[in-house]
């Protein structure tokens, strides 16, 4: 069974960043997909960022794009999601996910999730 743990989150201010990250001691790594959605009260779970598994091909939601950045490092079993210029509308709970490879993109069926990190940003 695979497990996932994401970290990083936390309560900032507009403009600020985090960093999350993802870790599993029971995947491999190299051979999956990894992503990042998020769900906030009241609204569907969307999907924010996903990198294939060795890293050259990423995929983001218009919303996130030029502001987050999704990075993976194989050897350390552990996927990140960078965010910078944070804004009130990304407050929400942040999941990691992964599926075997092929086929990362954001509305690929991502098969195994963690708990989520909770990420709320004030104006």
């Known amino acids: 069974q695979v497990q996932l743990t994401e970290s990083g989150g936390g309560s900032v201010q507009a403009g600020e960043s985090l960093k999350l990250a993802c870790t599993s001691s029971t995947l491999v790594f190299s051979n999956t997909c990894m992503g990042w959605f998020r769900q906030a009260p009241g609204e569907r779970r969307e999907g924010v960022a996903t990198?294939?598994?060795?890293?050259?091909?990423?995929y983001y939601s218009e919303s996130v794009k030029g502001r987050f950045t999704i990075s993976r490092d194989n050897a350390a079993n552990t996927a990140y999601l960078q965010m910078n210029s944070l804004k009130p509308d990304d407050t929400a709970m942040y999941y990691c996910?992964?599926?075997?490879?092929?086929?990362?993109?954001?509305?690929?069926?991502?098969?195994?999730w963690g708990q989520g990190t909770q990420v709320t940003v004030s104006s």
């Open positions: 996910a992964s599926k075997r490879w092929p086929g990362c993109g954001l509305g690929s069926e991502y098969s195994s």
């Open positions: 990198i294939s598994p060795g890293g050259s091909d990423t």
